[in-house]
């Protein structure tokens, strides 16, 4: 059916008002005219620039590129609006310099990289940034040979508003990182990795006036981070410490930092002092392939404010060091602990981090023959436990995670990795874990794709990933942000992936097949026998801890 024309004219105008321009019926002409005007007209014009800004923010690199591209206001507008910039820090870049950051002149976060092949960007460069970029808080330097020592401590003194510094694979050393420290006292990370000019010999690295202002120190891959002791030890506020693969013994450097945590609180105690700096403000400590054993943990018991514990292949370390560390730090929430098949840290000290330890969130073994002893009082006393990997055990199996089926209420993600277990495990986790919302599985080979099938029907919301039988592709390879990631050997690709439609239309054949490969009654007469068991020997348990 038609419309009237007074209808369609009374749409029009009203179109034309809301979006605030001509139409041609309107303008009262047909010879096109109308339309070359609505043609030409840019709709952009009355956005206000910071509205515009604000939308390039949600831009990748090579769209706001693009977007410069369209007009001059549009490059205008980019180029004072992008705070971050990352550079391919060539030689040949030198000459550009002037003509990019004279676009870009709100630059706070920069990053300057370059590949081994090639050579650097030299001192004179980084100065000439350091003059043009005033408001820099965040610099990231990745192969930049060519800085020294001397173009580094001129770019401190002209970048006192520094506030994060990341190096690696670059040649000054300690004379910069010296007058980093001096200048820019407000830094609040330092972050270095293969740093050559760090040898042995070389002068030690103080906190100088960023000792109030540091919280974050990550060290990786140092010959010689022992040069660092008078940093690590002399930063007052200091919230996370990450040590990684450094030679040399951290036993020391971690006895520091715990006396001077004790010493402080006696000091406040006895004279009831209130100070601006906070002894104990250590929460994070991560510890990955160092020389460093049970005395280095028993120090850094003292820091009881500790939520995050990484101790990642660490052979000296045993079950003494974790008991030393959950008796005093009771506030752990994240607790990482790689023992690379050593079996020194076991259900010793894992009973002991259930029994001190309420707050637990997240709770990563890898190489631990944990068993369901410790297991079961993890389960049982950290009730806000939410995240658990179990990779490479081959003392956890089916009573293990019926244990955890029964007990975690909480929980929401579970991996598990080369570990012993069964179809009769999965349908233990079948019925348990009511807030179970991701699963991992991973070189189980006792269990078969059709025991991820069957579980998939019966928690359908539920996401599952297996390398047998790749049920549902949405787990990621880490349970929480910066949590845990692949660990061990690399694992194979999917093999096939089974859809919701494919699992209906096929659900009463194979579930046939599953019942009658692992007796489906049995298995639960097993389950519940293990329960009860479990029930029965619970308030030992309890008595044990």
Not at 47 to 64: N, T, W
Not at 71 to 85: A, I, P, T, Y
Not at 418 to 442: F, H, N, Q, T, Y
Not at 455 to 465: A, D, P, T, Y
Request: hydrophobic content about 35%.
């Amino acid at each position: 059916m038609g419309q009237s024309p007074s209808a369609a004219l009374d749409r029009e105008s009203s179109f034309s008002h809301r979006f605030g321009f001509l139409s041609s019926s309107s303008l009262g002409s047909s010879d096109g005219f109308s339309d070359e005007i609505l043609a030409n007209r840019d709709y952009t014009a009355e956005i206000p620039d910071e509205c515009l800004a604000y939308v390039f923010q949600f831009l990748g690199p090579g769209y706001r590129n693009r977007c410069s591209l369209v007009c001059k206001r549009w490059l205008c507008v980019d180029g004072w609006s992008r705070h971050r910039l990352s550079l391919d820090a060539q030689s040949e870049i030198e000459a550009s310099l002037p003509s990019i950051f004279m676009r870009f002149d709100s630059v706070t976060k920069l990053t300057l990289r370059c590949s081994r092949r090639s050579i650097s960007l030299n001192d004179g460069a980084l100065v000439a940034i350091s003059v043009r970029c005033q408001n820099l808080t965040r610099l990231k330097l990745r192969g930049c040979r060519e800085i020294s020592d001397e173009g580094m401590s001129t770019f401190a003194k002209n970048s006192k508003n520094l506030r994060k510094l990341s190096c690696g694979s670059c040649t000054f050393g300690a004379i910069a990182l010296n007058a980093v420290l001096d200048y820019c006292s407000n830094l609040e990370e330092l972050s270095v990795k293969r740093l050559r000019g760090i040898h042995d010999g070389a002068e030690a690295i103080g906190p100088g006036a960023a000792a109030s202002s540091l919280k974050t120190i990550c060290l990786k891959e140092l010959v010689n981070g022992q040069s660092f002791e008078p940093l690590v030890v002399g930063a007052k506020n200091l919230k996370a410490l990450k040590i990684i693969h450094c030679l040399g013994d951290w036993d020391r450097v971690l006895q520091l930092i715990g006396n001077r945590n004790r010493n402080g609180k006696e000091n406040l105690h006895l004279n009831n002092y209130n100070s601006n700096g906070n002894n104990d403000a250590l929460m994070e400590i991560h510890l990955e392939r160092l020389q460093v054993s049970d005395i280095g943990l028993s120090a850094i018991s003292k820091c009881t404010k500790i939520e995050n514990l990484h101790i990642v292949k660490t052979p000296d370390c045993s079950n003494y060091g974790l008991v030393s560390v959950a008796e005093h730090c009771k506030l752990l929430k994240k607790l990482h602990v790689d023992g690379w098949r050593t079996n020194r840290i076991g259900d010793e000290g894992l009973v002991a981090v259930a029994k001190h330890c309420p707050n637990l969130e997240e709770l990563v073994l890898v190489g631990v023959n944990a068993t369901h002893l410790s297991l079961g009082a993890i389960a049982s006393n950290c009730s806000k436990l939410e995240r658990l990997a179990l990779c490479g055990s081959g003392t956890i199996g089916n009573t293990e995670i019926a244990c955890i089926a029964a007990k975690c209420m909480a929980l929401k993600k579970l991996c598990i990795k080369g570990c012993p277990i069964s179809d009769i495990a999965i349908e233990a986790l079948g019925s348990g874990c009511p807030s179970l919302v991701k699963i991992k599985l991973r070189k189980c080979r006792g269990v078969s794709c059709e025991a991820g099938e069957w579980l998939r029907e019966q928690r359908g919301s539920l996401v599952i990933n297996m390398d047998a039988c790749e049920v549902d592709g949405g787990f990621e390879a880490s349970v929480s942000n910066g949590g845990i990631h692949e660990v061990g050997v690399d694992y194979p690709q999917v093999v096939s992936q089974v859809t919701d439609r494919d699992a209906s239309t096929s659900s009463n054949g194979r579930l046939a097949l599953l019942r009658s490969k692992f007796g489906l009654f049995a298995s639960r007469n097993f389950v519940a026998c293990t329960f009860r068991r479990w029930s029965n020997n619970e308030d030992s348990f309890n008595g044990n801890l």
